[in-house]
């Protein structure tokens, strides 16, 4: 396989929130993920996972995304402020019918957002919340002079107004967010993100609630009707091996045939995001509009055993190459996805981290964020090659260095990659991959480190050239000097 790399031709910037992460409040993902309480056994700040913190950090995570998902849609904010033993509880009807009470909420969600020194995603409630209710909790978070909801934030314990980067109004508005029609919830969204106030001199970014996959006429409708009204429109598209929702195949013992027919599903994406910025570009040819892909990953039957309302999956080897695949179809659209939420962050579907009590480990997809984070806010080099054979790659500049991430996901096939660059040589300065031995290869709290980030040296660099050998299941990231 020939790759061409254009180094000296400009390219857009691969927004660093297209690694974003999303925390729902799901299963086990705030609670014992996120939220052990501060008399917790378990190592904490402020009630807050130290190993958790720890790790998300390791990879540069950007922004989180939070309360949800469907959840956001029934979550009323007041519930969530105060002392933890005057909240209120009250019944997650998304997930799995437990009680949910309200421990983790706004100050304690802006104390992990301080812990990562990342950027806030705040998801609103718009299916069952009223404008006044948006209206205030976007007042309790962003006002810093005198008013009723800046002095109650005040006798809460915090003295100065949080930074929230981007606001969600409503999710999937067209499901579980309130089952509208998109001419409805056009209307709805002019209304609602009116109320989206500018307390002080950050504007916040306002993304309305998109298409589910190829819903192409909601996506018409809103950027004809609100265009001018939003920043970004959101994007959901899980991948399943089955494409049945029934039974989503599992992630753990599967054939491979599933292998193969997961990561298809996953390359849709890349037409899916083509459809809608064409429609996207009748109404906003400047690209002003970022497309949100605020929820996407792999979608598995749960783990046996587990709640199935808490959508707690295993994550391999095969879930790695889906990542990578997706992140570098993210990175091909830079100049039209500006963020990007895998979901979810912590014990939740395709996530980065596993816990059980005490213990944490870091999942193949983890490694992968690894192997990428060179890539956030870099330039993307333009290439022209051939991404067959199984092959997916992506390359990107930025601070005096070249980085090229490469992705093999054939099962048995060995691949050659020879990239070449019109001037300058390929001096090596970092090169890392993963691979594994088996198709459903995967971390457990008893081998946390079955699969995990290696030095990389199956490469030749001879004048202009660097020549690859990739294994196969393997993701590898190389970074050389840009010269």
């Not at 857009?12 to 996120?34: D, M, N």
């Not at 806030?120 to 299916?127: K, L, Q, S």
């Not at 091909?332 to 500006?338: G, L, T």
């Not at 870099?378 to 199984?390: C, R």
Request: negative net charge; charged residues 25%; contains cysteine.
């Amino acid at each position: 396989m020939q790759v061409k790399l254009l180094v000296d031709k400009q390219g857009p910037t691969i927004s660093k929130y297209i690694y974003g992460q999303f925390a729902e409040h799901l299963g086990r993902c705030i609670y014992e993920g996120v939220w052990v309480g501060t008399d917790s056994d378990i190592p904490n700040e402020n009630g807050i996972r130290k190993d958790v913190v720890n790790a998300l950090k390791e990879i540069q995570i950007p922004v989180v995304r939070w309360p949800g998902g469907c959840f956001a849609d029934e979550y009323h904010w007041k519930d969530g402020i105060g002392p933890i033993e005057n909240r209120s509880t009250i019944v997650n009807t998304h997930w799995g019918g437990v009680t949910e009470n309200n421990h983790f909420g706004t100050h304690e969600f802006f104390e992990l957002v301080r812990q990562l020194d990342c950027e806030a995603y705040i998801n609103g409630n718009v299916g069952s919340g009223t404008v006044q209710e948006m209206q205030e909790w976007v007042e309790y978070m962003t006002m810093n002079g005198e008013s009723p909801m800046a002095n109650l934030r005040r006798q809460n314990g915090q003295e100065e107004a949080w930074k929230v980067e981007f606001f969600g109004v409503g999710n999937e508005s067209w499901g579980c967010g309130g089952n509208m029609r998109p001419e409805y919830y056009a209307d709805l969204y002019r209304r609602y993100q009116t109320y989206v106030r500018k307390y002080g001199e950050h504007n916040i970014y306002k993304i309305a609630c998109g298409a589910s996959v190829d819903d192409y006429n909601w996506t018409e409708v809103l950027m004809k009707n609100a265009a001018r009204f939003m920043d970004g429109i959101s994007l959901h598209h899980y991948s399943i091996p089955t494409r049945v929702w029934e039974d989503k195949g599992d992630a753990i013992n599967f054939p491979e045939e599933q292998w193969y027919s997961v990561l298809e599903h996953a390359q849709y994406m890349d037409e899916l995001i083509t459809k809608h910025s064409t429609i996207m570009d009748k109404y906003d040819p400047e690209k002003r509009v970022g497309l949100i892909v605020d929820e996407w990953g792999a979608w598995y039957n749960v783990e046996p055993g587990t709640n199935p309302g808490f959508l707690y999956q295993q994550n391999t080897i095969r879930d790695a190459m889906l990542a990578a695949i997706t992140l570098n179809i993210f990175h091909k659209h830079a100049d039209r996805v500006h963020m990007a939420n895998i979901a979810q962050m912590v014990n939740v579907l395709q996530a980065m981290l596993l816990t059980e009590g005490e213990k944490m480990i870091k999942t193949p997809t983890y490694h992968v964020f690894d192997l990428y984070k060179h890539h956030q806010d870099a330039e993307l080099v333009d290439s022209y090659g051939d991404e067959s054979n199984h092959v997916t790659y992506t390359a990107s500049k930025k601070d005096g260095k070249l980085t090229v991430s490469l992705c093999n996901y054939d099962l048995t096939e060995t691949r050659e990659i020879t990239l070449s660059r019109e001037e300058g040589e390929f001096e090596i300065v970092e090169a890392e991959y993963i691979t594994a031995d088996a198709m459903n290869a995967h971390n457990t709290f008893e081998e946390p480190e079955a699969v995990a980030k290696k030095e990389f040296t199956s490469y030749i660099v001879e004048k202009g050239t660097l020549k690859v050998t990739l294994p196969p299941m393997s993701v590898a990231s190389i970074v050389t000097k840009e010269n």
